[in-house]
C-alpha cells in the first residue's frame, strides 16, 4: 500500500527542503512545495492531497491560517500547521480552524513525524465518526418523515373520527326537537276548536331555540368569527342576557340574582356578540344541571382597575360535576347532559381566548359549579 502524499506550503526555502527531505525519508508521498496561501489554493484545485503541512506566517495577501479555511471549505483534508509562533492570538485563530495537528519551530524529524502519524489517526477517526454521523442524520430523516407521515395519517383519522362524533351527535340532538315540532304541528292542525294552540306554539318556539342554540354553537365552534370590539355597560348587559334566558326557560323555581362591587355600572371593551354567547351558554348550563328540581344562580361582577381586569363569577348549586369530568368540560363534544352536543363551554373558552382572558371552572358533585371569568377592561390596555 502506498503512502500517503503531503502537500508542504512553507515561504522559506530552506525549511521547505528540510521538510521534504524528512518526508521522503519516512516513505511519504510529496504531493508538491509551495511558497504561499494563494499557491497552496491553486494546488490543491489541480491535485489534492492527503494532507496539509501549512506554515501560518506566508508571504503573500493569504496567510496560512485563512488559505486553511478555504480549502476546508472546497474539500475536506487534514491539516497540520507549522509555526514559530505559540502566542495566544495565532492559536486561538487556529481553534476556529478544522486543525488536526499543531508542530512549534524548531522541530525533529520524530516529533514531526510522531505529529503526522497521529493527524491521520485523528482524520480516520473524524471520517468514520463523520460517516456514522451521515448514517445516523439519515435514519432521524427517514424516521422523522415517517412519524411526520405516521401523525398525518392519525390526525386524518381522528378528524373523520371527530366527524363522525359531531354528524352521529347532531342528527340525535335535532331528531328530538324535530320529532316534538311535527307532533304540535299535527296538534294545531287538528284542533279546530283552539284548545291547545298556544301550547303548541310555545312548543314549537322552545324547539327552534333549542335547534337554534346547536347550529350557532357549531358555527362558532367551527370557523374563526372577527371580533368587533366596543362599549358595553357590564352591569345591564348581564342583566339583559339573564333576562332573556329566564324568558326562555321559563322557570319560576330558579332564582337568579346579580350584584356587582360599585354602585355605578361600568364600561369594558368587549365584543358584544361573543359576550353575550359566553353568559348564555354558561347560564344553559347552570339551568340545565338543576333538572326539575328548584335552583339559584348567583353572578359577581368584580373590577380591578389597576390590573386592568374584570371577573365574571357565576355560582349555582345544581348537579355539579365529579373530578374525572371537570378535567374534560372544555374539550370539544364532551358532555354531561342528557341531550347537547357539548360545544358550548368550548366555544366560551374560543371567546374568552380572543378577549385575551381566561376561564376557571370549580366543581363538586351534588353540590354545585362555579365559573370564573377574567377578561381586561380595556382591550387597549391590554396589548
Known amino acids: 500500500m502506498s503512502k500517503p502524499s503531503i502537500l508542504i506550503v512553507e515561504d522559506e526555502t530552506i525549511v521547505a527542503n528540510d521538510i521534504k527531505d524528512i518526508l521522503e525519508t519516512a516513505e511519504y508521498n510529496v504531493s508538491g512545495v509551495v511558497f504561499s496561501g494563494e499557491q497552496a489554493i491553486k494546488h490543491i484545485e489541480e491535485n489534492v492531497p492527503d494532507l496539509v503541512l501549512m506554515d501560518i506566517k506566508l508571504s503573500g495577501r493569504v496567510d496560512g491560517i485563512d488559505a486553511a479555511k478555504r480549502i476546508s471549505n472546497s474539500c475536506d483534508i487534514p491539516i497540520v500547521y507549522l509555526t514559530a509562533y505559540g502566542d495566544k492570538e495565532t492559536l486561538t485563530r487556529v481553534k476556529d480552524t478544522s486543525v488536526f495537528g499543531y508542530v512549534l519551530k524548531p522541530f525533529n524529524e520524530t516529533e514531526l513525524s510522531a505529529?503526522?502519524?497521529?493527524?491521520?489517526?485523528?482524520?480516520k477517526t473524524y471520517k468514520m465518526l463523520k460517516e456514522e454521523n451521515d448514517k445516523l442524520e439519515k435514519i432521524v430523516f427517514t424516521k422523522t418523515r415517517e412519524l411526520s407521515e405516521m401523525k398525518e395519517k392519525?390526525?386524518?383519522?381522528?378528524?373523520?373520527?371527530?366527524?363522525?362524533?359531531?354528524?352521529?351527535?347532531?342528527a340525535h340532538e335535532l331528531k328530538n326537537p324535530v320529532a316534538v315540532m311535527k307532533v304540535a304541528l299535527y296538534g294545531i292542525k287538528n284542533d279546530t276548536k283552539r284548545i291547545f294552540f298556544e301550547r303548541d306554539i310555545s312548543t314549537i318556539n322552545t324547539k327552534v331555540w333549542e335547534i337554534e342554540e346547536i347550529i350557532k354553537n357549531l358555527s362558532n365552534y367551527s370557523k374563526a368569527r372577527k371580533s368587533v370590539f366596543r362599549n358595553?355597560?357590564?352591569?345591564?348587559?348581564?342583566?339583559?342576557?339573564?333576562?332573556?334566558?329566564?324568558?326562555?326557560?321559563?322557570?319560576?323555581?330558579?332564582?337568579?340574582?346579580?350584584?356587582?362591587?360599585?354602585?355605578?355600572?361600568?364600561?369594558?371593551?368587549?365584543?358584544?356578540?361573543?359576550?353575550?354567547?359566553?353568559i348564555f351558554n354558561i347560564l344553559n348550563n347552570a339551568y340545565q344541571s338543576f333538572g326539575?328540581?328548584?335552583?339559584?344562580i348567583r353572578i359577581r361582577i368584580d373590577f380591578d382597575e389597576g390590573k386592568n381586569l374584570i371577573t365574571l363569577i357565576f355560582s349555582d348549586n345544581g348537579e355539579g360535576i365529579d373530578n374525572n369530568s371537570l378535567s374534560k368540560v372544555f374539550e370539544p363534544f364532551f358532555t354531561l347532559k342528557p341531550k347537547g352536543i357539548g360545544l358550548g363551554l368550548s366555544v366560551c373558552k374560543q371567546i374568552v381566548k380572543l378577549h385575551g382572558g381566561s376561564i376557571d371552572i370549580e366543581s363538586e358533585k351534588g353540590k354545585g359549579t362555579k365559573v370564573s371569568v377574567n377578561l381586561p377592561i380595556r382591550?387597549?390596555?391590554s396589548k
Do not use: P, W
Not at 505529529?115 to 482524520?123: G, K, Q, S, T
Not at 330558579?254 to 358584544?272: L, R, T
Not at 326539575?292 to 339559584?296: L, S
Open 379 to 381: 382591550q387597549s390596555l
Open 292 to 296: 326539575e328540581r328548584e335552583g339559584e
Open 154 to 170: 392519525v390526525e386524518h383519522a381522528n378528524c373523520l373520527s371527530r366527524v363522525g362524533t359531531l354528524v352521529s351527535t347532531v
Open 232 to 278: 358595553i355597560a357590564v352591569m345591564d348587559f348581564v342583566k339583559e342576557c339573564v333576562s332573556q334566558c329566564e324568558e326562555q326557560y321559563c322557570r319560576d323555581d330558579v332564582n337568579v340574582g346579580i350584584e356587582q362591587d360599585s354602585k355605578s355600572d361600568k364600561i369594558i371593551e368587549a365584543d358584544a356578540v361573543g359576550m353575550m354567547e359566553l
Open 115 to 123: 505529529v503526522i502519524e497521529v493527524a491521520f489517526c485523528r482524520y
